[in-house]
């Protein structure tokens, strides 16, 4: 039976930026003391009247230099903050109406660049500020605070794996020898095991039927893997267990993962209404990860089901799963081609529920595995792409085990409110 299908979340997007050194933020403190008696004068003058240093006080100077994050001994003020976000829309040419996206996830993204800041340090690797602005001279950025420490922070993890993590990771290890395919059902996969033990070629099947990128376009054959590069490259650990788990020789049972999108989905439509001359519809539908789950569905509407409880149960299409599969189409951009040639279709009846429609312009969640392991090697080298993987996954891991230390104190003083008030100074500027 197909397995339930959850909402899949994206995950967020994480950013990179970087900090001063505890010298840098010593000096950063010596001045804002000495700049407290014209902090001062200018409160003075505030509260005596003197409207133009009012107005430019307290909507300007106060929030700018109120300190809204901190990482153990150093502080981050709003003023910080903004330029974080003007990097993004700057550097990066982000438009202003991705910065209500962006801004909550800089506050973590500077968070963890002092985290990395600071732990590379006690492990004596550092990044000059001369080194950081040569580098952003060159490319003519601007030689700020929140600049520098942006690229300060690739360039630290560059210096990492080179000098620290290298030695983390050996030149020879265990490998084996794997191919894979990726299917969309469990019954599927059936068919696949049974041409398989009637001699048919793994390699053959997969080219023609696997639904992953890379095991279609490679045919099954991933090449020789030490333990954990497949984890890293497919974002799974599913393929390394059953690969590191199984004889040589030894097809794997199915294996179902749920995350894993694919290029393909499969509708149950019932018109309730068309007008093929101005191209409208009213439809209900529901899109779904596999025929096998499809012919399911069928079965639970013949049963009696209600047609919006299965939508909330099954459905992979957002724009109708919150109307309980009822859904207007007006114009042959809303939809895939597939779906909106099939419902102007004449053989399909107005109130009479299709049979499943296979699209392939859309994308659904969850399918099966087949593994097999064809050749094993208890000390091969390990190839230099493989080894920078995972060099790369124990810095993450890394980097991940900083946020997880107790001894490290992080805080964020970024309500809403100041996150909206720090955009609109990033798009009015």
């Not at 973590?108 to 660049?113: L, M, V, W, Y």
């Not at 068309?274 to 529901?286: F, L, P, Q, S």
């Not at 799963?321 to 053989?347: C, H, K, M, V, W």
Request: glycine residues 8%.
């Amino acid at each position: 039976m197909a397995k339930k299908k959850k909402k899949i979340e994206k995950p967020k997007r994480e950013f990179t930026r970087r900090q001063l050194s505890r010298w840098q933020q010593q000096k950063r403190r010596q001045r804002i003391i000495f700049g407290s008696a014209i902090a001062i004068i200018v409160a003075v003058l505030a509260i005596v009247g003197v409207g133009v240093y009012q107005g430019w006080y307290v909507p300007e100077y106060q929030p700018l230099h109120e300190v809204v994050i901190e990482v153990n001994d150093t502080e981050f003020d709003m003023a910080y903050y903004i330029e974080v976000l003007e990097y993004y829309r700057d550097a990066q040419g982000l438009p202003n109406e991705y910065m209500t996206y962006i801004a909550p996830g800089a506050v973590r993204t500077i968070q963890e660049n002092e985290l990395v800041r600071q732990a590379a340090m006690e492990l004596g690797i550092t990044v000059g500020d001369d080194e950081v602005d040569e580098v952003l001279e060159s490319a003519g950025f601007p030689l700020n605070r929140a600049y520098r420490d942006m690229f300060r922070r690739s360039m630290l993890e560059e210096r990492l794996l080179e000098e620290y993590f290298e030695q983390q990771v050996p030149q020879f290890a265990e490998q084996r020898h794997v191919m894979a395919m990726f299917l969309e059902s469990e019954s599927q996969a059936d068919e696949v095991i049974a041409r398989l033990e009637a001699g048919e070629d793994f390699a053959a099947i997969a080219g023609e039927l696997s639904l992953e990128g890379i095991t279609q376009t490679q045919e099954g054959d991933l090449g020789w893997l030490p333990e954990g590069v497949l984890t890293l490259e497919m974002g799974s650990p599913l393929i390394d267990e059953a690969a590191f788990d199984s004889d040589v020789g030894v097809l794997s049972q199915p294996i179902y993962e749920e995350t894993r999108y694919k290029a393909v989905g499969y509708w149950l439509v019932e018109v309730t209404e068309r007008d093929a001359e101005t191209g409208r519809a009213w439809v209900m539908m529901i899109l779904l990860s596999s025929e096998e789950e499809a012919d399911e569905v069928i079965a639970r509407l013949e049963a009696g089901e209600d047609f919006g409880a299965l939508v909330e149960e099954f459905s992979q299409h957002d724009a109708s799963r919150p109307t309980g599969g009822l859904l207007e189409i007006a114009s042959e951009g809303q939809i895939s081609s597939t779906f909106y040639y099939a419902i102007f279709d004449p053989e399909l009846e107005v109130g009479v529920l299709s049979q499943p429609i296979r699209d392939e312009e859309v994308n659904t969640s969850g399918g099966y595995w087949l593994v097999e392991v064809v050749g094993m090697d208890d000390n091969r080298q390990i190839e230099e792409e493989d080894r920078e993987l995972l060099k790369a996954g124990v810095l993450a891991d890394w980097i991940e085990a900083l946020w997880d230390d107790p001894d490290n104190d992080i805080q964020s003083y970024l309500d809403e409110e100041k996150i909206q008030w720090a955009i609109s100074q990033v798009i009015g500027g």
